[in-house]
């Protein structure tokens, strides 16, 4: 593979802060891979007063322009964190699946073609 492809797991937000950050965490975990909950983020945020939902989303969780780059700026912290430690892990072996391998085998089909 020319590139190595990165992977992490952004949690997003709904209106009343339910989510399946905690069930896409355990897959996060199990994967080895990083995790940004914009939600637990976005509810400090607006705890604080920082910024209010109506910024943030024009609906129950559809992000504005300002949601997007809000998403974007935490995206970009945590990039930030990994560069500042040097993260250059090579592709290990992929653990064993964590709901089985039965779509292990499976093709794309086109069929617009």
């Not at 400090?44 to 129950?60: A, M």
């Not at 892990?89 to 779509?103: A, N, Q, S």
Request: charged share 25%.
């Amino acid at each position: 593979m020319e590139n190595k492809p990165a992977i992490v797991l952004v949690l997003l937000a709904n209106e009343d802060f339910s989510s399946s950050g905690e069930y896409m965490k355990t897959l996060g975990e199990h994967y080895g891979l990083p995790v940004i909950d914009i939600c637990e983020i976005l509810k400090t945020e607006i705890e604080s007063g920082n910024v209010k939902w109506n910024e943030y989303s024009f609906d129950s969780g559809h992000p504005t322009e300002y949601g997007h780059e809000f998403i974007a700026s935490c995206i970009n912290k945590m990039w930030d964190s990994i560069w500042k430690e040097k993260f250059d892990k090579e592709l290990k072996e992929m653990p064993t699946p964590y709901f089985g391998d039965r779509y292990q085998e499976y093709t794309f089909v086109n069929f617009s073609a």
